[in-house]
């Protein structure tokens, strides 16, 4: 048999519970991690990620031209207008639309343009459903702890 790993909307034991009662062999997590300690995401998305529901993040190709899943914010809204510009094919559209999709503490730059007042509005970062399901921070050995325990507690120690 071919082992296959389960995707999207997963950062709790629950998810990883019911991945398993479907026959994954185990999960494939994303957006769970961006909130942690030891990620690089800028404080204030990491805020956004975490007041986030499962309704904001929206699927767009305005930042790569290639489909993704992203937290909604003013520069994805003028771009689903029905006057908007098409997007272009990857990686064209990275030229044409050149907003970061990832703000890093290491890069600088970029975070200097969106300290001026009312930009952040603009910023975003990839994100799938499991925002809806994320409500702090924690480090990456919390976060894998309390999946853990939450799953053991559903399914039981054996």
């Known amino acids: 048999p071919v082992p296959v790993l389960a995707a999207g909307g997963i950062a ?3 998810g990883l519970v019911a991945a398993l009662a479907l026959g994954a062999v185990g999960v494939w997590t994303g957006t769970v991690w961006l909130t942690a300690h030891e990620s690089p995401l800028v ?7 975490i007041e986030a529901t499962d309704e904001d993040a929206v699927i767009s190709k305005i930042y790569t031209g290639k489909t ?22 990857m990686p064209l559209q990275n030229l044409y639309s050149p907003m970061p999709l990832f703000l890093s503490t290491e890069d600088s ?11 952040r509005e603009y910023a975003t970062t990839a994100a799938g ?5 994320i409500r702090q921070r924690k ?20």
């Open 43 to 49: 404080d204030f998305l990491k805020d956004r990620v």
């Open 12 to 14: 709790d034991g629950r």
């Open 68 to 89: 993704a899943r992203v937290l909604k914010n003013k520069y994805i809204e003028r771009w689903q207008k029905p006057d908007a510009p098409q997007t272009l094919p």
């Open 109 to 119: 730059y970029s975070c200097s343009l969106f300290d001026k007042p009312g930009l």
């Open 129 to 133: 459903s499991a925002a809806g399901l």
């Open 139 to 158: 480090s990456v050995r919390k976060i894998m702890e309390d999946m853990i325990s939450q799953a053991v507690e559903i399914i039981g120690p054996e």
